[in-house]
């Protein structure tokens, strides 16, 4: 256990070599799952837990923490890997009493099959005190599943957030440094898990204004003991702003889109634009997720399979329109050989998107003089919407 405050320890328990979460999202540096308790004169509260795979590691550290009882459990998120640990903490604690908003409380029922007469339900703003020690319960539904809360300690001024502001990296550092390592960590997970609900996240920040923080206590990753670097990150991130970079995902199988790739990303680079391409034979989906979150524009390169396009290509814009980017440009280059419904079946796609649709550059077999001119084309008119954009 580390004292964050006089009588609140941070319980983390680090996952130094998982590589993946949600058999989906890779994870470079790991992750942590942090869980928080606060000892009041009165009351001892235990906010969220671990994920199942850490059982031993996690009860270890309540046993060894000199504590004999807990009397609440707080659930700021029902997933698993802060909630999956309460049933067994509540086989070592049977008088503790889980608190949850009424969607929380259902949630844990469905996923953890915990009897109902656990559960204490608490209301948006609600308080409970633990002798000297105040909770404020702030409810931030969607960042990222509907019941997701927030908690505040109000006589030491920390925000327990859960994901938000959270970052998969394992560290035995309590507090977050100020760096690039902490920067890109916070930004892939901000990318990965909480673009998509950008409005929401943009009314719980105005909701927060409101509150004096120290400290932000995230369920993933560091501390912030200087919560302003990643408020400030946020603030930047769910904005309208927009940087003028084109992200290039692309796949080739014979070479006549690479051909084409190629060429463009030297158009690109010419007239000054950013070009950040992506082979997706190779990269890490969190990279190109972490470049969606400011890019203006994105062009997919892709070869036709059959009539359609490479099935790894639909894959990622299924993705892309999953986590709903900030993009406002479009478009699509490739190669076919017979079938021609590649750039259809993208733009079919592309339902949660405002972009705008550039003319696609789609052309039959290996690229020729007049296929480059079109690349040419295509790259002037990105730069211009780009500039009239601003
Ligand atoms: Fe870290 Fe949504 O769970």
Redesign the pocket.
């Known amino acids: 256990m580390k004292e964050i405050k006089k009588n609140v320890f941070y319980i983390g328990v680090q996952d130094w070599d998982r590589r993946l979460f949600d058999e989906l999202i890779p994870l470079p540096d790991g992750t942590s799952y942090n869980s928080y308790l606060i000892i009041g004169n009165e009351k001892i509260a235990l906010i969220d837990t671990a994920d199942p795979s850490k059982e031993t590691e996690f009860l270890h550290k309540l046993k060894v923490s000199g504590i004999e009882r807990i009397d609440y459990i707080i659930s700021n998120?029902a997933?698993q890997?802060?909630s999956g640990l309460i049933p067994k903490v509540v086989e070592l604690y049977p008088e503790a009493k889980i608190i949850a908003n009424k969607k929380g409380k259902e949630m844990l029922i469905d996923l953890l099959q915990i009897p109902e007469d656990k559960f204490i339900i608490i209301n948006d703003g609600e308080k409970i005190s633990l002798g000297g020690k105040t909770l404020e319960f702030i409810f931030a539904p969607w960042v990222?599943?509907p019941e997701t809360m927030l908690t505040y300690l109000l006589e030491d001024k920390i925000l327990f957030t859960?994901?938000l502001f959270?970052s998969h990296l394992a560290t035995s550092k309590l507090f977050a440094e100020e760096d690039n390592k902490v920067y890109e960590a916070a930004k892939r997970y901000y990318a990965e898990?909480m673009m998509p609900f950008r409005a929401n996240i943009r009314n719980h920040l105005k909701k927060i204004e409101n509150y004096e923080i120290d400290i932000i206590a995230p369920?993933?990753g560091p501390v912030y003991n200087k919560p302003n670097f990643i408020l400030n990150a946020y603030k930047e991130w769910i904005s309208d702003n927009v940087k003028e970079e084109v992200i290039l995902p692309f796949i080739s199988m014979h070479g006549s889109t690479r051909a084409m790739v190629e060429y463009f990303i030297d158009a690109l680079i010419k007239r000054g634009m950013i070009v950040k391409p992506f082979n997706l034979t190779k990269t890490d989906i969190g990279e190109l997720a972490i470049s969606l979150v400011d890019a203006s524009t994105m062009v997919i390169a892709s070869p036709t399979v059959l009539t359609g396009p490479h099935p790894h290509i639909l894959s990622v814009v299924y993705l892309v329109n999953l986590l709903r980017p900030k993009l406002k440009y479009f478009s699509v280059i490739g190669s076919y050989g017979w079938g021609r419904r590649m750039f259809e079946m993208i733009k079919n796609m592309l339902t949660n998107l405002k972009v705008e649709i550039i003319e696609p550059v789609i052309i039959k077999g290996y690229p020729k003089e007049n296929d480059f001119k079109l690349l040419d084309k295509l790259a002037d008119e990105i730069i211009n919407k780009n500039k009239k954009g601003g």
């Open positions: 998120h997933e890997d802060h990222h599943w859960c994901d959270g898990i369920s993933h």
